[in-house]
C-alpha cells in the first residue's frame, strides 16, 4: 500500500495546449484515491518560492478546454542549482508534499532526474507536455496534435492569398531542435517542400524543383521551414532564392507563438486525461523516475534517463513521400 498523503503537480517549460487537461487528471485522480493535491505555480520556481495553492475538484472545473496552464510555468536556473533544489525540497517538506507530477519537455525532466538523484524519498512521475513532439517514449507529446493542427489551419488560408497573387510563401514554425511540427504540418497542406534540422538541406535542390514546378504552370507554392533549419529562418532561406530565382514574388510569414496556444484538439484532451491518470496510479504503486507515455495505444513507463537521452526519431522517409507528392 502506498504511503503517499499529499501531491503536487506543476508545469514547467513551454506551455502546451493539453495541459490543464493533465492538471485536471492529476487532482481528480488523486482526490478520488483520497490524496490532497497542491498546484505549484510557475514550475520548479514556486517550489523553490513556496508558491503554492490547494486544488479541489471545483478547483479544476471548466479548464479541459483552455488552452496554457493555470499554474502558470516558467524556466528557473536557480532550480538547477543544489541550494534552489534545497529550498525547492524543504519547502514540499513543510508543506508536507512527499510526491510530485511534473508535466513538461526535455528541461523539465532533466530537472526531475537530477532533483531525486539528490532527494530519492520524493517521488516524482513526469507527464510529455511539450509542443515538439521530441520525447523519447511516446508517440505523441501533449500539445502536439494541436500545435499541428494549428500551423494546417493557418497555411490553408496562407495558401488562399498564395493562389491568388501567384506567389510563393516561405513559412517557419517552431521546432528549433525537431521538424516535428514542420514535416507533419507540412504534407498535410501539401508543401513543396519541407525544411527540418534532421536532414541536410540542399538549397540546389529547392532552387531546382521550384523552376521545374514554374515550367509545369505552378506559379505560387508553400515551403515550411522549422526554425532551427542549418540553412537558417525563413527569412534566410528566401532570400538566398530570391537572388537564385528574382522573377518570383516571395513573401514570409512566421507563424510564431499562435502554435502554443488556443483550445486543444480532443486528442490532446484524452492523452492528457489518460497521462494525469496514469501519472498518480504510477505514485501509488511506489514509482518514481519515470515519464508516462502512450505507444502504439499502450500506455508505457520511461526512464527519465532514457526518455531525455533518446530523442524521438522524426520519420525522414516521410521527406521523400513530401517531394513525389510535390511534384
Known amino acids: 500500500m502506498s504511503n503517499l498523503?499529499?501531491?503536487g503537480v506543476l508545469t514547467s517549460g513551454g506551455d502546451a495546449p493539453g495541459m490543464n487537461a493533465a492538471i485536471r487528471a492529476v487532482c481528480r485522480t488523486s482526490i478520488y484515491n483520497n490524496l490532497e493535491v497542491m498546484g505549484v505555480?510557475?514550475?520548479y520556481q514556486g517550489l523553490i518560492d513556496a508558491d503554492f495553492v490547494p486544488l479541489e475538484t471545483s478547483s479544476v472545473a471548466n479548464i479541459i478546454q483552455r488552452g496554457g496552464t493555470i499554474l502558470k510555468t516558467a524556466r528557473s536556473m536557480e532550480f538547477m542549482t543544489k541550494e534552489g533544489m534545497q529550498k525547492a525540497y524543504d519547502n514540499m517538506q513543510k508543506s508536507g508534499m512527499d510526491a510530485?507530477?511534473?508535466?513538461?519537455?526535455?528541461g523539465t525532466f532533466r530537472g526531475a532526474t537530477e532533483f531525486t538523484g539528490i532527494y530519492p524519498d520524493i517521488k516524482v512521475i513526469g507527464i510529455a507536455g511539450t509542443i515538439d513532439n521530441d520525447l523519447f517514449g511516446t508517440d505523441y507529446t501533449i500539445g502536439y496534435d494541436t500545435a499541428i493542427n494549428t500551423v494546417v489551419q493557418a497555411v490553408d488560408k496562407i495558401r488562399d492569398t498564395a493562389n491568388s497573387h501567384d506567389r510563393l510563401f516561405f513559412i517557419e514554425v517552431m521546432g528549433r531542435d525537431a521538424g516535428f511540427i514542420a514535416l507533419r504540418s507540412g504534407i498535410a497542406v501539401g508543401a513543396e517542400d519541407i525544411l527540418i534540422p534532421e536532414t541536410e538541406s540542399d538549397i540546389d535542390d529547392l532552387v531546382e524543383k521550384l523552376e521545374n514546378g514554374r515550367r509545369h504552370n505552378k506559379t505560387s507554392g508553400i515551403i515550411i521551414i522549422a526554425e532551427g533549419d542549418e540553412l537558417g529562418g525563413a527569412y534566410d532561406v528566401s532570400k538566398i532564392v530570391k537572388q537564385r530565382l528574382p522573377h518570383y514574388s516571395i513573401r514570409v510569414s512566421i507563424l510564431g507563438h499562435i502554435q502554443r496556444g488556443g483550445s486543444p484538439t480532443c486528442m490532446d484532451r484524452v492523452r492528457a486525461s489518460q497521462y494525469g491518470y496514469h501519472a498518480?496510479?504510477?505514485l501509488l504503486e511506489g514509482k518514481s523516475g519515470i515519464m508516462i507515455g502512450i505507444v502504439k495505444r499502450d500506455v508505457v513507463?520511461?526512464?527519465f534517463?532514457?526518455?531525455?537521452k533518446h530523442n524521438n526519431k522524426v520519420r525522414t522517409d516521410l521527406k521523400?513521400?513530401?517531394?513525389?507528392?510535390?511534384?
Open 320 to 327: 521523400e513521400m513530401t517531394r513525389i507528392l510535390s511534384i
Open 301 to 303: 513507463e520511461t526512464p
Open 100 to 106: 510530485l507530477v511534473v508535466i513538461g519537455g526535455d
Open 41 to 43: 505555480i510557475r514550475g
Open 280 to 282: 498518480v496510479n504510477a
Open 305 to 308: 534517463a532514457q526518455s531525455i
Open 5 to 7: 498523503k499529499k501531491i
